[in-house]
């Protein structure tokens, strides 16, 4: 798991750089949309090959069309609709398109590419390599590694824009902290940009206010993680101030 998401999520260099600075995380490509198309392909050349009588396959097939066609409308209105709201919204641009694809994935994906991997192990017409499925199985923990950047430039930036030089504010200081990067104030700021409704899943049951607010916070994180490997840490310093004046 480790070393795939080295080479999704890279910095390109383990040491400094010449002059001494940080190399910056980037991005390295991995195109959802092209494997679930391949996917998808050679989903309907089996399913034509297949024994009619080989009914609890051929439902199996029928099952995972379903669901692919169902991340593939996601995706699409991730690309169509939510990206060019946030740019509009942040006055940004957004190169990696993908990378917003990439953190609706919720746990609940994983099992449709884990079985469709056991369905294609060691098959001529498999549609991806190990390594390829690896990628398609883990999106979900992609998408918490980019919340997992996303924590830790939010607090910093937060902290930032918050510092006052002098003892007696520290205890004001970490409060408010405490209260902006919350999952409560998050949720607020999720709701706002309605990406709780972009997540990719299979989930059946509703979860409570705590479990989506965790849910909701995880998204907003993952959003700040993009606009960073995107455009460093000035950026994020300056569209903190989203979540800063949510309320």
């Known amino acids: 798991m480790l070393q795939m998401l080295k080479s999704v999520i890279t910095n390109g260099s383990d040491t400094m750089k010449d002059d001494g600075s940080v190399p910056t ?39 995972w069309l379903l669901e692919l066609r169902s991340i593939q409308e996601s995706l699409r209105r ?81 902290l930032q824009h918050l510092w006052k030089p002098r003892a007696a504010d520290a205890g004001r200081i970490t409060q408010r902290k405490a209260d902006i990067v919350s999952n409560e104030n998050m949720a607020k700021l999720c709701d706002k940009w309605g990406l709780y409704e972009y997540r990719i899943h299979f989930d059946p049951d509703t979860p409570s206010k705590l479990e989506e607010n965790h849910d909701k916070g995880t998204l907003i994180e993952a959003v700040y993680g993009i606009i960073y490997i995107e455009h460093e840490y000035r950026k994020v310093l300056k569209l903190v101030t989203h979540l800063i004046n949510t309320r």
């Open 25 to 63: 995380i980037s991005w390295v490509p991995i195109h959802i949309e092209d494997k679930l198309d391949i996917i998808t392909r050679a989903i309907h050349e089996t399913q034509r090959e297949t024994a009619k009588n080989n009914t609890r396959l051929l439902t199996k097939f029928d099952k």
């Open 78 to 158: 991730i690309r169509e609709v939510l990206v060019p709201y946030l740019e509009k919204t942040l006055e940004t641009h957004f190169e990696h398109i993908e990378l917003f694809q990439m953190a609706m994935f919720q746990p609940s994906t994983k099992n449709l590419f884990l079985e469709l991997e056991t369905q294609y192990h060691a098959s001529e017409n498999a549609p991806l390599n190990s390594e390829e499925f690896a990628e398609m199985i883990n999106l979900s923990e992609m998408a918490q590694v980019l919340a997992l950047i996303g924590d830790a430039v939010v607090s910093s930036a937060v």
